[in-house]
Each structure stands twice: as structure tokens, then as C-alpha cells.
T-cell receptor, first 111, second 116 residues
Framework: DAKTTQPPSMDCAEGRAANLPCNHSTISGNEYVYWYRQIHSQGPQYIIHGLKNNETNEMASLIITEDRKSSTLILPHATLRDTAVYYC????????????FGTGTRLLVSP | ETGVTQTPRHLVMGMTNKKSLKCEQHLGHNAMYWYKQSAKKPLELMFV???????ENNSVPSRFSPECPNSSHLFLHLHTLQPEDSALYLCASSQARGGAGPNEQFFGPGTRLTVL
């Protein structure tokens, strides 16, 4: 599986957009980019995933660069409840998923 | 509510005890997972069951014994644990597919285990 690199922590003001970057320069053609988050002491929560096109759902937007070597998760209007650790994971999208979690980015949303 | 439940939510046990963690998913998925999250460490995959067969065992010590009696239930049997096994144990499920398609994992709330 391709390795990902994320900043250890980020801050964001409530109501502003939070842009969380992820580098995955060794990603292969059939690997998807997945984002999960983990609010303190809870199980991780799936956010979004994509292959090469930008994706948007009710939680967030995912922007993947044309060369697919990096991506950005965007929370358009961050709230205090978005404070969590955000994980970027690269994985093929078939069969069962063996997710390899790194240390992620700890996002702190402040009033 | 993610459709994945875990019981108990908290467990304290001695090193000589035998206990079991239970996970149940109500999503119709065919793959289930156990993860361990120790303090200040990333989640570690322990076991994977796909179609009720164990397909992954990440070098987990034998004092942890998984069981998957059907596609909706997953157990983790614990015996003679060590204090360093204290952690948050998370269960997840997904729909294993042969082709491309949404394949996200849904996690339960976890069991906070303390070994004295």
C-alpha cells in the first residue's frame, strides 16, 4: 500500500474552511484515496474517498491533484464538532479492506 | 449510530481472567475486523474475517482469539492478558466486493479494556 504523509496538527477557526493536505507520491493507478476521522475515544468515521476526480458529499470535499500524488480534504464550514484526528489512507477498492492507519492530522477547531 | 455495536463498552480484568468482547453489525456486510488502539499509537489491524473465514492475522499473540460464528457477529476472546494489552478495541465491518464500488468500513464505538 502507498504511504501517506500528513501534518501532525492544524488549527481552524469555527465557520472557516479547513483544508487538510495529504501527500501520497507513491500511489499506484488502482489505489483510491480514503479519508476517515476519529473523534476522541470514538471509532473512526468514514468521510469520503476518490480515485482521480474531485468528490463532494454532505460532509466534505476531496480535491486530488492531476498527478494524484497529493490530495486535500476540505471541510467547508468547520464546527467545533469537527475537532478530531483525520486520517488519509490509500488503498485499492476491491475485496475486503486492510486499512493501515498512520498518525493522521489532529484538527482543532476553535471558537 | 453506525450500525456496528460493541459490548461491553468498558472492561476491567485481571491478568488471569478470561473475558470476551462482542461485536454485532446490522448492515448486511460480509467482512469484519478487529483493531487495537493503544494510547498515543495509531490503530493497528488485528484480524480480518471475510465471508466468515479469517483472512488476516497480523501477528497477534495467541492470548487473543477471534471467533466469527456468522457474518453479523464477531468475538474477541481474551485470556491471560498483560497490562500492556490495555487499549481501545475497535470492531468494524464492510462489504467486501469483487469489483470497484464503495467499500468503506463502519466502526463500532469500541471497548475500553484495562488489564490490571
Amino acid at each position: 500500500d502507498a504511504k501517506t504523509t500528513q501534518p501532525p496538527s492544524m488549527d481552524c477557526a469555527e465557520g472557516r474552511a479547513a483544508n487538510l493536505p495529504c501527500n501520497h507520491s507513491t500511489i499506484s493507478g488502482n489505489e483510491y484515496v480514503y479519508w476517515y476521522r476519529q473523534i476522541h475515544s470514538q471509532g473512526p468515521q468514514y468521510i469520503i474517498h476518490g480515485l482521480k476526480n474531485n468528490e463532494t458529499n454532505e460532509m466534505a470535499s476531496l480535491i486530488i491533484t492531476e498527478d494524484r500524488k497529493s490530495s486535500t480534504l476540505i471541510l467547508p464550514h468547520a464546527t467545533l464538532r469537527d475537532t478530531a484526528v483525520y486520517y488519509c489512507i490509500v488503498r485499492v477498492n476491491t475485496g475486503f479492506q486492510k486499512l493501515v492507519f498512520g498518525t493522521g492530522t489532529r484538527l482543532l477547531v476553535s471558537p | 449510530e453506525t450500525g456496528v455495536t460493541q459490548t461491553p463498552r468498558h472492561l476491567v480484568m485481571g491478568m488471569t481472567n478470561k473475558k470476551s468482547l462482542k461485536c454485532e453489525q446490522h448492515l448486511g456486510h460480509n467482512a469484519m475486523y478487529w483493531y487495537k488502539q493503544s494510547a498515543k499509537k495509531p490503530l493497528e489491524l488485528m484480524f480480518v474475517y471475510s465471508l466468515e473465514e479469517r483472512v488476516e492475522n497480523n501477528s497477534v499473540p495467541s492470548r487473543f482469539s477471534p471467533e466469527c460464528p456468522n457474518s453479523s457477529h464477531l468475538f474477541l476472546h481474551l485470556h491471560t492478558l498483560q497490562p500492556e494489552d490495555s487499549a481501545l478495541y475497535l470492531c468494524a465491518s464492510s462489504q467486501a466486493r469483487g469489483g470497484a464500488g464503495p467499500n468503506e468500513q463502519f466502526f463500532g464505538p469500541g471497548t475500553r479494556l484495562t488489564v490490571l
